[in-house]
């Protein structure tokens, strides 16, 4: 069964330092998402990206935070400058044609701000 | 607003029984609806879906149920096994860009 890939599973970083989380989505998905789990909270949505192009973004995605798609596989989440509370798990989500077929997550990276 | 909180309500089974497990969602503009379960360490795992022009759904050993009226989901696991030990969230689309928002979950313990 296809799989959204993530690295690293774990990632440890000094404050104010950049992280970079890596996602390959599902080969033939077209629309691609980051969400974050802070430790013992609900799963919240950060961004959604679709032709290249942020199509949708929260509260918390502010300017500290940015979206690319390098090349035709990966899907990358950049923190600039990371503060104490960015520590959370982040998890990356890919459907092929919009929510209501093969919404697929990673497992996701454990970000831990130290 | 916001629901924070560090402990998820938890719902302890006995191996066999059927498991009901409950969720408000907050848009009544949302269409679709999904079940999500998490075991410790992992992404969210699709279980079931249903559109809003739907009151109930079967799957494997999993039914649910909406009431748009006052916004209800809910989740039936029959002859829960100790493998369905885990937290289940429910989920709504809410934008046309497939974005998610997610409930609170709740804990199921599986006990033999």
């Known amino acids: 069964e296809p799989e959204v890939t993530q690295t690293p599973s774990h990632q440890v970083t000094q404050m104010g330092q950049e992280v970079i989380l890596r996602c390959v989505p599902i080969?033939?998905?077209?629309?691609f998402y980051w969400y974050r789990q802070i430790l013992g909270q609900k799963v919240e949505f950060l961004v959604s990206?679709?032709?290249?192009?942020?199509?949708?973004k929260s509260e918390i995605f502010d300017d500290q935070f940015s979206v690319e798609r390098p090349d035709g596989s990966n899907f990358t989440l950049k923190i600039r400058s990371t503060k104490l509370e960015d520590s959370a798990m982040y998890f990356c989500?890919?459907?092929?044609?919009?929510?209501?077929?093969?919404?697929?997550f990673g497992s996701g990276t454990r970000l831990t701000v130290v | 607003g916001e629901s924070v909180g560090l402990h998820l309500p938890t719902l302890s089974v006995q191996e066999g029984d059927n498991s009901i497990i409950n969720c408000a969602y907050s848009?009544?503009?949302?269409?679709?609806f999904i079940w999500y379960k998490q075991e410790s360490g992992k992404g969210p795992q699709f279980i079931i879906d249903?559109?809003?022009?739907?009151d109930k759904r079967q799957g494997q050993r999993v039914t649910v149920l909406l009431n748009k009226t006052v916004k209800h989901l809910s989740l039936q696991i029959a002859a829960t096994q100790p493998g369905d030990s885990a937290v289940y969230f429910c989920?709504?689309?809410?934008?046309?860009?497939?974005?998610?928002?997610f409930g609170a979950g709740t804990q199921v313990v599986v006990t033999p």
């Open positions: 848009n009544s503009a949302s269409d679709y």
């Open positions: 249903i559109r809003s022009n739907m």
């Open positions: 990206f679709y032709n290249n192009e942020i199509s949708e």
């Open positions: 989920a709504e689309n809410t934008g046309s860009w497939g974005k998610l928002q």
């Open positions: 989500a890919s459907t092929r044609t919009g929510v209501n077929y093969g919404y697929t």
């Open positions: 080969s033939n998905h077209l629309y």
